[in-house]
């Protein structure tokens, strides 16, 4: 119960924590298995104990002890501020996995110490990559995934178009979007690989190559199931796609489990035997009690570690709610469309889309104004957030921007010019990111606005860079909701040109709506 409670202690508030991450990003949900698979590793391990040791360095552990706990209290209020900073993220992690070697060593000795380091390590591959890593990946495996099936398409008769991640087939487009692009399957054989390896208990050279057999059996897999998809829709429509979409990304997850499994377990024959080997040799010998050597009883850390957690959380909650005052924000707003124009056309934003966006309140129209430009609108809110998740999902949206989802649909990024600032109504300005692209050998010019439900000192819930990040921390400022606005025009011949249309439509696009005020998040 002691043991149960130290680690409770430690290993809640990080799980609490990155759980957020676990349920908005798809890729990671598998993070939800790996705490009971870290657990399940170190009762198999407790099997084959060796004795306990006196350790060496209490005084060193000690301090490396205080060091850890405040590196964690520092990440947990870097990540209550920005709940998706991967930086924050793996330092809690790494700051949770230090403080349970090095309580297992002043408690147990090294010889535990180490002994267990495989199932508390293993934790880290619950954690996020690093997003340029992440991004990286993504898009590499995107295009080649695009790039080989429309390849083999081509080769067996069906003819296929690529533009950059969409594939061109007779009946429509096929988006790869980032749940085809094999990512998912390629981080979670890279955690069952890790998982096989260690149960199996196998070695160095075996557990290399159940490595390196996860990625090419998800890359593989996945290409299969890509593959199926487009060739489902070239034959029978996007519709018939659709139906098939589900049923195969799950039997590419079960393809690779199964593959692995096998795998590890023909692989850990050559084992066993050493196995039980260890198991008898363990329950032969009695332990040595150690309990008048240990230099620090269990249940003293226990106690200290339930305190320390206790004021981690409570002087994280009363920061924020210090300095969280109520929003009374002068004007509210929401985008309309021109519904006397006869060329209007309101869209549906596809579920697969608002899944990743996770918005309360979207719409989207398109249509041609009076002098031919041709313009494209998407509006989208997020309401305030009562709790840690929920702002975990409004952060998500900021990082969703023209630059990174429009080349995905074959358009190219010519330019990002400087930002600007647009009156809409007196006491209302919109501020808008520019983005020039081209579209079918058109050029096209993209308005993009994010605006907080938070004035002054609530620009920092932007989070763009490191340095607002801590400056948010400092001011004490969580995630609010946020609207954002995305204009996209096809018709004028320059920026300049783009930018006069914009601004003299602007205010007939923006409706003011009464006075809203919100209380801080809790």
């Not at 994280?316 to 519904?339: G, I, K, Y």
């Not at 921007?401 to 809409?424: H, R, T």
């Not at 808008?432 to 079918?440: C, E, G, I, N, T």
Request: with cysteine; net charge positive.
């Amino acid at each position: 119960m002691l043991w149960l409670v130290l680690l409770a202690a430690i290993w809640v508030p990080v799980v609490y924590l990155l759980g957020a991450q676990w349920s908005v990003y798809a890729a990671y949900q598998y993070g939800w298995a790996v705490p009971f698979l870290c657990l399940h590793l170190a009762a198999r391990l407790s099997a084959s104990l060796p004795p306990v040791t006196v350790p060496g360095h209490k005084n060193l552990a000690m301090a490396l002890l205080l060091a850890a706990g405040v590196v964690f209290w520092a990440m947990r209020v870097l990540q209550e501020a920005s709940p998706i900073w991967r930086v924050a993220s793996y330092g809690l992690a790494i700051a949770a996995v230090t403080m349970t070697l090095l309580v297992i060593y002043l408690t147990q000795g090294s010889r535990r110490a180490v002994h267990f380091a495989f199932p508390v390590l293993f934790f880290l591959v619950a954690v996020p990559w690093p997003t340029p890593v992440e991004h990286l990946v993504i898009q590499s495996f995107t295009r080649f995934n695009a790039g080989l099936v429309t390849e083999v398409l081509n080769f067996a008769g069906v003819p296929a178009l690529l533009h950059g991640n969409v594939i061109e087939v007779s009946t429509g487009l096929v988006g790869i979007d980032e749940a085809c692009s094999g990512i998912r399957s390629l981080q979670a054989t890279l955690m069952i690989a890790l998982f096989f390896g260690e149960f199996y208990r196998l070695g160095r050279a075996q557990r290399g190559w159940l490595l390196l057999a996860g990625p090419l059996l998800a890359m593989a897999f996945n290409l299969a199931r890509t593959l199926v998809l487009v060739s489902v829709a070239a034959k029978s429509g996007l519709l018939a796609m659709g139906q098939w979409h589900d049923p195969t990304g799950v039997s590419l997850l079960v393809g690779c489990f199964f593959s692995l499994w096998l795998m590890a377990a023909w692989l850990g024959k050559a084992n066993a035997e050493t196995l039980k080997t260890e198991i008898l040799k363990a329950d032969s010998n009695p332990r040595p009690e150690g309990r008048g050597q240990r230099v620090v009883s269990v249940s003293t850390l226990a106690v200290g570690l339930v305190a320390w957690a206790v004021v981690v959380a409570v002087s994280t909650e009363v920061w924020f709610r210090s300095h969280e005052a109520r929003n009374n924000q002068n004007l509210s707003w929401a985008a309309q469309w021109p519904v006397a124009n006869p060329t209007l056309q309101t869209n549906v934003i596809s579920i697969a889309a608002l899944q990743i966006l996770q918005c309360n309140q979207n719409a989207s129209a398109r249509w041609t104004g009076d002098d031919g430009v041709f313009w494209q609108a998407f509006y989208l809110r997020w309401l305030p957030a009562n709790n840690f998740y929920g702002r975990t999902r409004a952060a998500l949206s900021k990082f969703h921007n023209p630059a990174d989802c429009l080349p995905a649909s074959g358009m190219k990024l010519e330019a990002q010019l400087a930002p600007i600032s647009l009156p809409v109504q007196p006491g209302l300005k919109l501020n808008f990111d520019r983005f020039v692209f081209s579209a079918d050998g058109r050029p096209l010019y993209v308005f993009f606005s994010q605006t907080e439900d938070v004035e002054g000192e609530g620009v920092v819930n932007f989070r763009l860079t490191h340095l607002d990040r801590l400056r948010a921390v400092l001011t004490g400022s969580r995630n609010y909701g946020q609207r954002n606005l995305e204009i996209a025009l096809a018709g004028p011949e320059t920026p300049e040109a783009a930018l006069a249309v914009l601004r003299a439509r602007l205010p007939s696009l923006i409706a003011i709506t009464p006075a809203v005020v919100f209380s801080p998040p809790r």
